[in-house]
């Protein structure tokens, strides 16, 4: 079996954090706050600008390439899959080098 590999480069270092309000399907008032990180990801031979979500308080990714772990954002309920909107990133660690 052959998986595809899904590659993340943190670009920077920077969160954008954007906070407003919105009125839900009961015409209650909400906040919200989202964090983003710009990033590129890459797969299937394509490369793609990319905004890594942040929890509220998760510090940022450090700079650097890493393998997107799809398998630990998995959620299936109900025969029904999803995926988390904040991504599970590993870092990719370089060769050693032979002493």
Do not use: C, W
């Not at 943190?10 to 706050?33: A, P, V």
């Not at 990319?50 to 954002?73: C, H, I, K, S, W």
């Amino acid at each position: 079996m052959n998986l595809e590999t899904v590659k993340v480069t943190i670009l920077s270092t920077n969160i954008d954090e954007k906070s407003g309000t919105f009125e839900d399907d009961s015409g209650k008032e909400r906040s919200y706050t989202t964090r983003k990180q710009k990033a590129k990801l890459e797969a299937g031979g394509f490369a793609y600008p990319y905004d890594v979500r942040l929890e509220n308080g998760q510090q940022p990714f450090p700079l650097g390439e890493y393998l997107m772990d799809t398998a630990a954002m998995l959620a299936v309920n109900k025969a029904a899959h999803t995926f988390s909107r904040f991504p599970v990133l590993r870092p990719i660690e370089a060769p050693k080098a032979r002493s």
